[in-house]
């Protein structure tokens, strides 16, 4: 049922855990509708997702969500603005992580890799932006390793990170002139199941040593990100555009050792 409420509407890949249910969870606390996407062959369960916002006081819409697929992208946002019946906010924050190296990186791993990363957030701008006015903001998520620095054994994610805030920059040029933002963050070393995957990132272990490398001395959070990401979104960021806004805890700017 379409709703007629005025409050503002944001739609969220990888809303289902770490960055994206964190910002799910801030935007219900502060009166921001979501329209949830999950992808259904994550483990992350989307009901208990779908509590931690009810118990914020939020209204979310969950759907399957597929970044990789362009009819499940633009069925996303179909179903989202016949739910809402508006749409303010587009967040790209659905990605994978898998390690290869380069003697490794099949054609195959390659392109899925930036099928989702990179071809993503391209789906999800695409589709969102017929339907934003002046005033909307879209926000990608991109990474500290290939947004920052370099990783070894994972290049083909790096890449498709490097180019989250180029296209970004574009975007922010070509929609300008309907008064649409666009920036992108990039998060340094945040604790969330992505990077507690010690197959294909640093897990537990290795963010506890990476901690004090942080002049902040430890790991990011989840909330912490979500809160720049929810910034870039409000009026107070009304002049902001086309940047890439680094949540790291001061980890590019240490001086090495």
């Known amino acids: ?6 409050r503002p509407v944001a739609a969220i890949s990888g809303a289902a855990s770490g960055i994206g249910l964190a910002l799910a969870t801030l935007y219900a606390q502060r009166g921001v509708r979501v329209i949830a996407g999950y992808y259904p062959a994550d483990p992350h ?28 992208v633009d069925a996303f946002i179909a179903a989202g603005l016949a739910h809402f019946g508006r749409l303010d906010y ?14 490794e990186m099949s054609d195959a791993r390659w392109e899925a890799m930036l099928n989702v990363d990179l071809s993503g957030v391209m789906r999800l701008f695409r589709a969102a932006a017929p339907h ?25 994610y790096a890449a498709a990170k490097a180019a ?3 296209l ?9 002139a309907r008064g649409i933002r666009c920036n992108a963050v990039i998060p340094g070393l945040i604790e969330t199941p992505q990077s507690l995957d010690a197959e294909n990132s640093l897990g537990p272990a290795g963010l506890a040593q ?48």
């Open 1 to 6: 049922m379409q709703s007629v409420s005025t």
């Open 45 to 72: 369960d989307p009901a208990e997702a779908a509590a931690h916002i009810e118990a914020a006081g939020g209204e979310a819409h969950w759907l399957p969500l597929d970044v990789a697929s362009t009819p499940s």
């Open 90 to 103: 587009a967040i790209a924050n659905a990605g994978i992580l898998r390690r290869a190296a380069i003697e």
């Open 132 to 156: 934003l006015g002046a005033g909307a903001s879209l926000v990608a998520v991109s990474s500290i390793a290939g947004g920052v620095y370099g990783w070894q054994d994972h290049a083909h």
């Open 164 to 166: 989250v805030p180029g």
């Open 168 to 176: 970004c920059r574009s975007l922010a040029v070509e929609l300008a």
């Open 210 to 257: 990476a901690a004090s490398a942080i002049p902040l001395g430890r790991v990011g959070r989840a909330d912490e990100v979500a809160r720049v990401i929810a910034f870039l979104t409000s009026e107070e960021s009304s002049y902001l555009t086309g940047q890439s806004v680094i949540v790291d805890g001061g980890l590019t700017v240490r001086w090495p050792e």
